[in-house]
């Protein structure tokens, strides 16, 4: 059975200025999730506001939040993890939509952190560049480090 600590404002909305508002523990004590709320909305400015653990307490989900949409104007709004700490997949957002210009907006990496698969989306509608268009990024030393 898993317990659940919530804040809550004076209006009863979840909301909590000093850390997440919503904290779900398992069993044995170790945090499952945290989410961060404002005014009863999933929200946070300086990070992630939903964060998921592995039982061991290492991270296995780090999303961004603002206004109750999945969202974040300077990398990906969705990391995902390994058990060992790698990152297995990057999802960029904005406005709740699968969105990034300039270089794919879903990115899943192998275990051993070689990428795997990418796609791309307009404001959330997949679309598959052109060969030239890909080469055309991969070029471009400012973007290798944001493709990759």
């Not at 499952?32 to 939903?50: F, L, W």
């Not at 990391?79 to 300039?102: N, Q, T």
């Not at 991969?138 to 973007?143: A, D, F, G, V």
Request: proline fraction near 5%.
């Amino acid at each position: 059975m898993t317990k659940t600590v919530e804040y809550r404002n004076d209006v009863e909305e979840l909301h909590r200025e000093d850390g997440p508002a919503v904290i779900r523990y398992r069993d044995n004590g170790s945090v499952i999730n945290e989410t961060y709320y404002t005014h009863g909305k999933v929200h946070r400015e300086d990070g992630p506001a939903s964060i998921g653990y592995y039982e061991d307490g290492r991270v296995y989900t780090e999303i961004y939040f603002a206004n109750n949409k999945i969202h974040r104007a300077d990398g990906p709004a969705q990391i995902y993890h390994y058990p060992d700490g790698a990152v297995s997949m990057e999802l960029y957002c904005i406005d709740g939509k699968e969105h990034r210009d300039g270089g794919p907006a879903a990115i899943f990496y192998d275990s051993h952190g070689d990428v795997s698969e990418k796609r791309w989306f307009d404001h959330g509608e997949e679309y598959f560049p052109s060969q030239e268009h890909v080469e055309s990024l991969l070029n471009k030393p400012e973007s290798v480090n944001a493709v990759e």
